[in-house]
């Protein structure tokens, strides 16, 4: 099993709701990363979870919490986002933190904001 | 950071080799180069990555200058399932950490 699943594919949430975002691989991977990616621009790194632990927060704001339950999921909490937070989420792992490695990415989940 | 810099986009004939330059003139010694490529609307795909020596895999062929300055990703056999946005990053290492930086990409049109 060399996959990275995503769910769910779709989300539309009003900037009031509260909702979740969802990762998980069984490769026994103990790096995992959310990326966030507007259109027609490269992805960018949000969080680092190494050993379950976060260990890279790149300046995102708290309406964005992410989780990392066990070695297997990380979930990406989301709440009063605004408009333009509307972007494709893509979550991926690597096999060692800190070693380098190919990260292997799922398809990601193509959020809007209304 | 060692920053990317890479042609915006790029057309290539089926069949042939497509080769994709990036400079990356403020490489550390211990930082290897990776490139990743997204096909539309899907995440990114790991392709290959070197550190000095030249590499090779079932994809793509990695030639690496002496200096270290710059790279060339070589796909041998251009399909117009190769038509993507094609990413060349220096891994950096923080505090035990990998960090992947995109940059901008070449967009890579495979012509018929």
């Known amino acids: 099993d060399t996959e990275v699943t995503q769910t769910p594919k779709h989300l539309v949430m009003g900037m009031t709701n509260k909702k979740s975002l969802k990762c998980e691989q069984h490769?026994?991977?103990?790096?995992m990363y959310w990326y966030k990616q507007k259109a027609k621009k490269p992805p960018e790194l949000m969080f680092v979870y190494s050993y379950e632990k976060l260990s890279i927060n790149e300046s995102v704001p708290s309406r964005f919490s992410p989780e990392c339950p066990n070695s297997s999921l990380l979930n990406l909490h989301l709440h009063a986002l605004q408009p333009e937070d509307s972007a494709l989420y893509l979550c991926?792992?690597?096999?060692?933190?800190?070693?380098?490695?190919?990260?292997?990415f799922g398809p990601g989940t193509r959020l809007t904001v209304t | 950071d060692a920053k990317t810099t890479q042609p915006t986009s790029m057309d290539c004939a089926e069949g042939r080799a497509a080769n994709l330059p990036c400079n990356h003139s403020t490489i550390s010694g211990n930082e290897y180069v990776y490139w990743y490529r997204q096909i539309h609307s899907q995440g990114p795909q790991y392709i290959i990555h070197g550190l000095k020596n030249n590499e090779t895999n079932e994809m793509a062929s990695l030639i690496i200058t002496e200096d270290r300055k710059s790279s060339t990703l070589i796909l041998p056999h251009a399909t117009l399932r190769d038509t993507a946005v094609y990413y060349c990053i220096v891994l950096r290492t923080v505090n035990r950490d990998d960090k992947i930086i995109f940059g901008k990409g070449t967009r890579l049109h495979i012509l018929p």
């Open positions: 490769m026994g991977h103990r790096a």
């Open positions: 991926a792992s690597t096999r060692t933190p800190g070693q380098g490695g190919e990260q292997y």
